[in-house]
Nanobody
Framework: QVQLVESGGGLVQPGGSLRLSCAAS????????MAWYRQAPGKERELVAA???????NYADSAKGRFSISRDNAKNTMYLQMNSLKPEDTAVYYC??????????????WGKGTLVTVFS
């Protein structure tokens, strides 16, 4: 029905950059809000950044000034540009989307995650 697939994770040195992508596919009318979450080893899942269909955004304090969230509605794809990466950014990053499907409205879906490791 609906599938979210993250990509772009990997190993990067402190101070480096990565660009994550989340592509939505399947049968649906549209996507409302989308967001990036992350979960570090031994930590709870936390919101990193969110974006509405109208391109309004909000960020966690730890991401402000370093990360930038965006989306391409025509491609049903969301991005997270991460700059000045720190070791504490190491986590599995998950895509979340509020999707309007052919049978249910406003259902949240999750991707399987992509691992970001910031280490020298």
């Amino acid at each position: 029905q609906v599938q979210l697939v993250e990509s772009g994770g990997g190993l990067v040195q402190p101070g480096g950059s990565l660009r994550l992508s989340c592509a939505a596919s399947g049968s649906f009318f549209g996507i409302n809000a989308m967001a990036w979450y992350r979960q570090a080893p031994g930590k709870e899942r936390e919101l990193v950044a969110a974006i509405t269909r109208g391109l309004r955004t909000n960020y966690a304090d730890s991401a402000k000034g370093r990360f930038s969230i965006s989306r391409d509605n025509a491609k049903n794809t969301m991005y997270l540009q991460m700059n000045s990466l720190k070791p504490e950014d190491t986590a599995v990053y998950y895509c979340n989307a509020e999707v309007v499907t052919t049978t249910l409205d406003g259902m949240h879906y999750w991707g399987k995650g992509t691992l970001v490791t910031v280490f020298s």
